[in-house]
């Protein structure tokens, strides 16, 4: 690992066999992707370990893009730390990158005040038009354009109302948010604290740094929390291996937006599927690469969302799942 700047600097450039295809006369393109808190050893290889990035360059090599012959992948990422942004962002306009793609809006903010003319792809917005990152979803109508992960805050109110069908006699929910994103405050938080209302929940905010959840988990135990609602924040998604061993410990029932979490052990996810839209992030890049202005492209908003259920935590909880979940879920891990 090489640090440039504030950037955090994953690279993998054959540049021999590049150098081959430039004098044959073929198009090397440049992309870059970053995550934002993943380490960046995850984003290596053919195959990434990181499921996002994975899905991604698997959706590139199916449109034909494969490292080495066509194409360069500058792979990045910030590792939590969120004033390395604009390094690596400045990082990827030096060299001249074709595409650069972007999670969460945050980064998308920082990419959009660096430059005007590179055209970003967002992998996994929240909230383009809201952060004004585009004009509208159908004419985003400046250098950035991609997908988003949610249709509103409203999914949040979905979660928790899971959440409380899977653990009826619930009244204490630890809100478990991003403190640099300020999802407490923000639409997604006030979303779930007026579901909680309706629903007669109590919700016990319990903020977390990245890579940091001591203090979280201490405000869930002093506040007696009986469940933990976890936020959609790329930090959460990042650190979910952390999260899921740290409430299994507590034994407390769990609630997360994406099923990777489900699969390491966490209790139900309700949300989109995030290797699927990363998968789709490939297109808009290709489509790119072959002449097209992000302005003209349409931000792609999520049609489907999952209910995906781990048995063996339930049982582990001693939790019986009632039939009317079961008959929902899209996934059921045993």
């Given at each position: 690992m090489q640090r440039i700047g504030l950037a955090v600097v994953f690279t993998v450039s054959l540049f021999a066999p590049l150098a081959a295809?430039?004098?044959?006369?073929?198009?090397?393109?440049?992309?870059?992707?970053?995550?934002?808190?993943?380490?960046?050893?995850?984003?290596?290889?053919?195959?990434?370990?990181?499921?996002?990035?994975?899905?991604?360059?698997?959706?590139?090599?199916?449109?034909?893009?494969?490292?080495?012959?066509?194409?360069?992948?500058?792979?990045?990422?910030?590792?939590?730390?969120?004033?390395?942004?604009?390094?690596?962002?400045?990082?990827l306009v030096r060299l001249k990158a074709d595409v650069i793609v972007t999670p969460g809006d945050p980064l998308s903010k920082v990419a959009k005040g660096i430059t005007t003319t590179v055209p970003i792809v967002m992998a996994s917005s929240a909230n383009p038009v809201g952060e004004g990152l585009v004009q509208s979803l159908a004419r985003p109508g400046g250098n950035i354009t991609g997908l988003t992960t949610s249709v509103g805050p409203e999914i949040e109110a979905k979660r928790l109302e899971f959440l409380k069908a899977m653990v009826p006699g619930v009244s204490r929910v630890a809100y478990l948010g991003s403190r640099e994103d300020k999802e407490w405050e923000g639409p997604r938080g006030q979303s779930v604290r007026a579901a909680a209302q309706a629903m007669g929940v109590t919700l016990v905010p319990a903020e977390f740094m990245p890579h940091q959840y001591t203090e979280a988990f201490a405000l869930i135990s002093r506040g007696r929390a009986e469940a933990v609602f976890v936020s959609g924040s790329a930090t959460a998604y990042a650190d979910r291996a952390v999260?899921?061993?740290?409430?299994?410990?507590?034994?407390?029932?769990?609630?997360?937006?994406?099923?990777?979490s489900v699969e390491l052990g966490g209790l139900m996810s309700y949300g989109v599927n995030l290797a699927d839209v990363w998968r789709r992030a490939a297109s808009y890049v290709d489509k790119i690469l072959k002449g097209a202005k992000p302005a003209d492209l349409p931000v792609e908003q999520p049609t489907k969302f999952e209910l995906v259920i781990n048995l063996k935590a339930a049982k582990a909880l001693g939790l019986t799942i009632p039939q009317s979940i079961l008959v929902r879920a899209d996934e059921v891990i045993q």
């Open positions: 295809e430039g004098q044959q006369g073929g198009k090397v393109h440049r992309v870059g992707v970053i995550a934002t808190t993943s380490p960046v050893a995850e984003l290596a290889g053919p195959e990434p370990v990181n499921p996002a990035v994975r899905a991604f360059v698997q959706g590139l090599r199916a449109l034909g893009y494969v490292e080495g012959r066509n194409l360069i992948l500058e792979r990045r990422s910030a590792e939590g730390r969120f004033e390395r942004f604009g390094g690596i962002i400045t990082e999260i899921v061993d740290l409430v299994s410990r507590a034994r407390l029932p769990s609630v997360f937006y994406y099923q990777e």
